[in-house]
């Protein structure tokens, strides 16, 4: 019987040696979409700050959104480079000047509730990656 063990030895010593690959590319592909999930969740995930909230946390490379009402006579648009300069302020009265590059929205004129996305650069100045723009005539009584 000895040598029929030696045999089933052999046998199931070569069947695991054959898996070993497909089990370490099965690890590797799970630590992968754990990474992938991990790393999108913390980005997707930007707490929403009012402007004095935001102030006071400080300059940060960290994404969030602020919110606050837009100061219509600070609006300056560049057409050619595609610039846009505004500030925002929350009910407290504290105030940033958010920078964005991109096409202007619309919507965007004095008194225009907005949430942008990006991040604190110093003291003063958001560089925006994103405008959320609320309608006001959407929420006006008739």
Partial sequence: MEPQTRSQNKAER????????YYIGGAIVVAVVGWLLYSNILNATAP???V???LAEGPSDR?????GVV??????WDAEDLK???DIADESGASISVEYSGVRPDLLEDGTQA????SLRDATTFDASAILLKCPSKYEEE
């Fill in 71 to 76: 100061v219509g006579q600070t609006i300056v």
């Fill in 52 to 54: 004095g909230e935001l």
């Fill in 14 to 21: 070569a069947r695991s040696t054959r898996r070993l690959p």
């Fill in 84 to 86: 846009l300069r505004f």
């Fill in 63 to 67: 994404l969030v959104r602020a919110t």
């Fill in 48 to 50: 929403y700050l009012t």
């Fill in 115 to 118: 949430v942008v996305e990006g």
